[in-house]
């Protein structure tokens, strides 16, 4: 099982605070006895709760970063406020496009610049307490004008002007400049009556009192950091409550110990399976395995030179990679196919642009004669073009003499990080550079530091791009360098801020597209961004537990890490197969969505959009 997107972060790190990946990913514990096998019981039996609960135990790799949404930027993390809060709009399973969530429906002014929202009357708190427009006008406001709650999601309001509720259920919006990306304002929408309460958003991480307020289809009930999440239905919950009694996501460091538990009925569900993990567990009876097409890049990533909006460089980033030539030389010396074929083993296609060529409408790949392919000798050309020729011992060195030799921080707990690694130090290493894999269970603190060469690095992408992009702007940078910044690796460039601003007012999809591939064009120019492979979705579940379970899209896609709470809130216990699959549980769903579960990555996950995934996966 591999670790998860910087979102989201998989990625790699944390979002928008935390750029960095922070720890793996926690996961509910309950209490479960599951049925081992033995002479007289040969079969595993499925786990099974106190007083006969039905319990959906999902297995992660990714530890919880904050269950504060205003700080969160792992993709289990964003994940779970999925479940907990409700956004403005959601995305439909089938085709990603945007559907009702808090706010039924809005529209814009003819000048593009007002946005107004309605906001359903049906959605209560969990405490009792009626969701409003003000609830989402304060929210809005709270990142506005408050640094620390800005932390995750400040792009999405970045823009905004002023934020108002004249009543319960409107809610306007009004815009500096036009803004392509209101309907996919992935930021959850919190208690006003909870949340005002907080003194310092920088620091408040929401994991003190249980149950934790919400008004998404599951409320928080219990949390134990590097341990598990517990959640329970919102039976009050607008779509109608999830079927399972209790939702549990538990954190296994190791993947081997995690498809044991699948394979003994001790969990429900998988994901990120290793190429012979998958194979394993295709053979077995009650598991069925999904791989499809993932939404998630996976790359190196070169440390720029990390500085801070004030100019302030820090960090000890190699100087050497500050050449272009350098960064170029590097994507000559990786050969995406041997990736492909010997450590995804086929679960994964050759990474070309920023963006998984899933997303069709934004995907983008290098015109051959821009293509910066396998190429040793001609690797070895630009390193000695560049100056940084072999030495007596045929090393090369830097500038002041030193032998090269490139710290790549990886995730201790990815065995792909691992894999791939052992082959950058053989193909580097042939052109007489250095290769150190410094793997760490938590790559943040380094990350933040800027005390890294290169890093493997990924995100979940979302429908909308624009999170994604946003990382790599100017203005994501932290304001000094004792501050963390929304940006995923120190990447400031003007021309591409100039491409990112326009693209974020471009309303023609067309004409939007086309900058979105103009951006992605100078990103792989430059060389920083170095994206090897986009994964396949690797996953599996107990048929014995699970009835059913909705991927997004439908008719190809993943479960675990979705846009959206369709996974979990969809899900049908296999115990209740006697039941309408669109029973009173599940009514309301008026989106075309198959009854099933459904695995959480939207907004926060993708929550994502923002987080990243620098070790572990990012939103």
Partial sequence: ?????????????????????????????????????????????????????????????????????????????????????????????????????????????????????????????????????????????????????ATANGSFVANFRKVTAPSPTELVIELKKPQATMAALDVPIVPRHVWEKVDDFSEFNNDKNFPIVGNGPFVLTDYKADSYVRLEPNKSFWRGAPKFDELVFKYYKDGDAAVAALQKGEVSFVSGLAPAQAAALRSQSDIKVNDAPGRRFYALATNPGAQARNGKHFGDGARSLLDQKVRQALFRAIDRKALIDKVFQGHAVEGEGYIPPRFSTYYWKPSAGQELAYDPAEAARLLDEAGYKKNGDGKRVEKNGKPINYR??????????????????????????????????????????????????????NPDPDFVLSIHTCAALPATPK???????????????????????????????????????????????????????????????????????EAAGNIFG??????????????????????????????????????????????AMRRRSTAEDRE
């Fill in 562 to 607: 979705q846009d959206g709470y369709w996974s979990w809130w969809s899900a049908v216990p296999a115990a209740s197969s006697g039941e309408s699959s669109d029973d009173s549980s599940s009514t309301g769903v008026i989106i075309g969505i198959v009854a099933g579960v459904v695995v959480v990555a939207g907004a926060g996950v993708f929550f």
């Fill in 483 to 553: 501050d963390t910044g929304a940006t995923d690796n120190f990447i400031c460039d003007k021309k591409y801020d100039d491409l990112y601003a326009r693209q974020l007012a471009e309303y023609d999809t067309a004409k939007r597209a086309d900058l979105v591939k103009q951006m992605q064009s100078r990103l792989y120019d430059s060389g920083y961004m170095n994206v090897m492979a986009y994964p396949n979705a690797v996953e599996a579940y107990r048929t014995d537990q699970i009835k059913s379970i909705t991927t997004m899209p």
């Fill in 408 to 461: 790549v921080l990886c995730h201790a707990t990815d065995p792909n990080d691992k894999a791939v690694g052992k082959y950058l130090k053989e193909w580097f290493g042939k052109l007489g550079i250095g290769v150190t894999l410094n793997c760490l269970d938590n790559v943040t603190d380094p990350w933040l530091a800027g005390e890294y060469d290169l890093a493997f690095d990924g995100w979940s992408v």
């Fill in 1 to 149: 099982m591999n670790t998860p997107d910087q979102h989201g972060r998989m990625p790699l790190r944390p979002r928008i605070r935390l750029p960095r990946l922070v720890a793996l990913a926690g996961a509910a514990a309950l209490t479960l006895t599951a049925g081992l096998a033995t002479p007289l019981n040969p079969a595993p039996q499925p786990a099974q709760a106190k007083e006969g609960k039905r319990v959906l135990t999902v297995a992660v790799a990714q530890s919880v970063d904050s269950l504060s949404p205003f700080l969160a930027s792992r993709l289990v993390s964003t994940s779970i406020h999925r479940l907990m809060y409700e956004y403005l709009t959601n995305y439909d399973p089938k085709d990603n496009h945007a559907i009702p969530g808090l706010a039924t429906k809005w529209s814009p002014s003819a000048d593009k610049l007002t946005w107004t929202y309605t906001i359903r009357s049906n959605s209560k708190w969990s405490d009792g307490e009626q969701a409003t427009a003000e609830d989402a006008a304060w929210t809005f406001n709270k990142m506005m004008t408050d640094e620390g709650a």
